[in-house]
């Protein structure tokens, strides 16, 4: 399983850029994906996930009403859609998977998952 994170950039405050995540060889409806970010000097965080085709998302409280996360198993493609961006979510960020769901206390610790893409930086101006 490889997965390849896209669509990062330079966006100013209260823009909206749309991160995508393609994963070859993942066609698993029972998977968990994740998006996650890191920004200098400091661990990385969940985002956002979602723990199976059928479960509903989760986020972390710093982007709850403005990120958006979704999968496409027909394409083997998650996303995350972010709006209303703040420079505090200025970061790389980094989708993540795993072939089996998670228990839902894990879903945004970072070290429940086994793959991960190469990350995408994404920088909000102010």
């Known amino acids: 399983l490889q997965l390849q994170a896209s669509g990062g950039g330079l966006v100013q405050a209260g823009g909206s850029l749309r991160l995508s995540c393609a994963a070859s060889?993942?066609?698993?409806?029972?998977?968990?994906v994740a998006w996650f970010r890191q920004a200098p000097g400091k661990e990385r965080e969940g985002v956002a996930c979602?723990?199976?085709?059928?479960?509903?998302?989760t986020y972390a409280d710093s982007v709850k009403g403005r990120f958006t996360i979704s999968r496409d198993n027909a394409k083997s493609t998650m996303y995350l859609q972010m709006n209303s961006l703040k420079p505090e979510d200025t970061a790389v960020y980094y989708c993540?998977?795993?072939?089996?769901?998670?228990?839902?206390?894990?879903?945004?610790?970072?070290?429940?998952?086994?793959?991960w893409g190469q990350g995408t930086l994404v920088t909000v101006s102010s």
């Open positions: 979602i723990r199976s085709k059928w479960d509903v998302p």
């Open positions: 060889g993942f066609a698993s409806d029972y998977g968990s």
């Open positions: 993540a998977a795993r072939n089996t769901r998670i228990v839902l206390s894990a879903c945004l610790d970072p070290s429940s998952y086994v793959y």
